[in-house]
């Protein structure tokens, strides 16, 4: 079965400071992977997403991931965050009909 | 119309009763979802109806019992619920199932349970 794995549980930056989330996922065939962020009290949105094609996507809020097949990975970037950029981040992968969805990242920056 | 509504917002029950969580979309999307969120966890997937039929259960207790009346509209039925249910119940809709270059989700506030 497809799985995803997350291995930041808990970020803390100030801000200014540069971001890197880990994202690998397991899953043999043909997948969609996303990155999705939930602010504090706030729904899930879609930071960004991944199909085909260049394997750098650039998402909102200055936000990048980047796709390496052969690492099953799909790292999540942002060069300087703001306080406004707490908040808990799932990676997902959407395989056989069904988004699957990392155990996510907390990410609280410090102004 | 860009939004998934869900209501309501909090519910609390008791385990004798019967309530029901609603969802809607009006963005012409065939898929629609059901996915459970405990404290500090990721969602995860409970049901998927595409084109109005159930399309995955992922082996949900039967007092969980999904609906879908049309294509619009999604409903989750609550029967006999024990405290551990307590969680958020997030709904999501794509413009269709399965993967594809067009299917991204998108999600409701959620409604928040506590069965007492």
């Known amino acids: 079965a497809q799985s995803v794995s997350q291995h930041n549980h808990h970020v803390i930056l100030s801000e200014a400071a540069s971001l890197e989330l880990g994202c690998n996922y397991s899953?043999?065939?043909?997948?969609?992977l996303f990155w999705y962020v939930q602010y504090p009290g706030q729904h899930l949105q879609l930071l960004l997403k991944?199909?085909?094609?260049?394997?750098l996507v650039k998402g909102i809020k200055g936000f990048e991931a980047e796709f390496i097949k052969s690492k099953f990975s799909f790292n999540l970037r942002k060069p300087s965050v703001q306080w406004s950029d707490t908040a808990e981040y799932f990676c997902?992968?959407?395989?056989?009909?069904?988004?699957?969805f990392g155990t996510g990242t907390r990410l609280q920056v410090f102004p | 119309d860009t939004e998934v509504t869900q209501t309501p917002k909090h519910l609390v029950m008791g385990m004798t009763n019967k309530k029901s969580l609603k969802c809607e979309q009006h963005?012409?999307?065939?898929?629609m979802y059901w996915y459970k969120q405990k404290a500090k966890k990721p969602p995860e997937l409970m049901f998927v109806?595409?084109?109005?039929?159930?399309?995955i259960n992922e082996s949900v207790p039967s007092r969980f019992s999904p609906e879908c009346p049309n294509s619009s509209l999604l409903n989750l039925h609550l029967h006999a619920l024990q405290p551990e249910d307590s969680a958020l119940y997030l709904c999501?809709?794509?413009?269709?199932?399965?993967?594809?270059?067009?299917?991204?989700?998108?999600f409701g506030a959620g409604s928040r349970l506590t069965v007492l």
């Open positions: 999501a809709s794509s413009p269709k199932a399965g993967w594809s270059g067009a299917n991204v989700l998108t």
């Open positions: 899953y043999g065939g043909t997948v969609n």
């Open positions: 991944y199909f085909s094609g260049d394997p």
């Open positions: 997902a992968v959407n395989a056989n009909d069904k988004l699957i």
């Open positions: 963005m012409g999307h065939r898929a």
């Open positions: 109806y595409s084109y109005e039929k159930l399309s």
